[in-house]
């Protein structure tokens, strides 16, 4: 069985009275980052590409702003640690924390206030274009790959592509952890992503279209649907915004001049 | 049209080229918790129930474990703060907060590690029983309710029912933010939740789990799955968890003899 998952004995009721079947659920792991000796942050996720998330992690929450910012990282995989240290020292690290402290909560992340969620991003200069049969066939192919979605069903899947195939795919029980392991793998193998496309399988809330415009995406794509600020920072950003991209249809929120008929 | 929501005009693609449409996406609104002269937590929420979202809060999160902890609570719409006093000091609100500081991120909220997940819960003595046809009836009348989600896509609903119908309702863009309100809802307006059932959209990853379980709530139903931690502790504090359900299809993964064919 892949990795991640769990087997378990549960009753199934099916109209036609209850029996014991095998099911599989998806496994939740703690893990911690601890940065320059210092715990930063306890994540809820799900126990694949642990490194990887951890460098994505501190990538778009603005903690570093290139691979090479990164001295040493190692994995505690025992203990759920990530160890990382930075060439130089974090400066604001204090001021960062207690901004987040105070973000937790129901836990959606980052929450710098409305007005200045953009702030301090660069715009998307990317000329890609991308046309409708081509987001088909891309979030076919998303979907064809997110097999462990398809047996917990508490998964979230997403993928880097370009117009054709899928470049790096990802899947956690959290939608913000997928996006950062995506910008982790990417930063490690050295993988551009100022021409690429994300399509994801989760909802276009602002942390996650923040996430994806530190990662200098141009291109966000999703079944699901985005909220007033998402649109608005990818607005501001220039990012291109689809949602509810389902068989042949999709709405273009923002940055319509990517998409070719 | 419906407080929360944003009309929007969007470039719709179906297949048969492009149109200009309106469309309408849910507002993201930042709400600040400020207990006893301190800010506790920002969470960003749907903009609806926000004083029930700060109470549900302040107990799911243990901080407070009965109404009448609370000496005031008042809404600053306008700054998008709800004031709580209590009548005690709150103890422990420093280690609590240093706990809090690193389960941020992702932003899945708590995160106590595994082994103490259930800890310090009551176990459900509820001898409420339901069947099948009456949970697809609840789930039914879920999705009726659930206009908004339907209109924008990107929020979850939640119900607190009894074997027969709907008692509380609520809707927000964040799983967790949605039990909160349910949770505050009753507290505010002395709903017993003791014999209850919790029905909702989002998946039962462990906070959702743990939230319900400290408001107390013996059955907890969803048409999404579970994951490994949240089945440990729905066994730990003998829950009825359902997951998958789906027309008249449903997996019991704890609890089962609450269910009655």
């Known amino acids: 069985m892949k990795r991640g ?18 099911d599989v659920v998806a496994k939740e792991f703690p893990l911690t980052i601890v940065l320059n000796d210092e715990v930063l942050v306890n994540l809820v996720c799900f126990p694949s590409e642990r490194k990887q998330l951890a460098i994505g992690y501190l990538f778009t ?9 990164i001295k040493e990282a190692q994995e505690d995989n025992k203990r759920g640690i990530v160890w990382v240290r930075t060439k130089h020292k974090i400066k604001n690290l204090n001021e ?5 402290t105070i973000t937790t909560g129901c836990g959606k992340g980052v929450t710098f206030q409305s007005g200045d969620k953009g702030e301090g991003l660069n715009k998307m200069r990317s000329d890609l274009r991308i046309s409708p049969e081509e987001i088909q066939k891309l979030n076919r192919q998303l979907k064809t790959r997110s097999e462990l979605y398809r047996e917990t069903g508490c998964v979230h899947s997403a993928a880097l592509c370009d117009r ?3 470049i790096v795919y990802s899947e956690d029980i959290g939608r913000h952890n997928v996006i950062d392991k995506i910008i982790g ?4 193998e050295g993988i551009e992503t100022s021409d ?7 909802r276009l809330s602002s942390e996650i279209i923040l996430k994806a415009a ?20 990818a607005k501001e ?6 949602g509810f991209a389902r068989g042949h249809r999709m709405n273009i929120y923002s940055g319509e001049r990517r998409i070719v008929e």
């Open 96 to 100: 960062i924390n207690k901004r987040r």
């Open 196 to 202: 690429s496309i994300l399509i994801m399988s989760g």
């Open 61 to 69: 929450e603005r903690l570093i702003s290139k691979i090479d910012d």
């Open 5 to 22: 998952l769990r087997k378990l004995r549960v009753k199934r009721f099916s109209g036609k009275g209850m029996e014991s079947v095998e």
């Open 214 to 233: 530190v990662g200098g995406i141009p291109i966000v794509i999703s079944r699901a649907a985005p909220t007033d600020i998402s649109v608005k920072i």
């Open 164 to 166: 054709n195939k899928i």
């Open 185 to 188: 793998k990417c930063l490690l």
């Open 237 to 242: 950003v220039d990012m291109t915004l689809i």
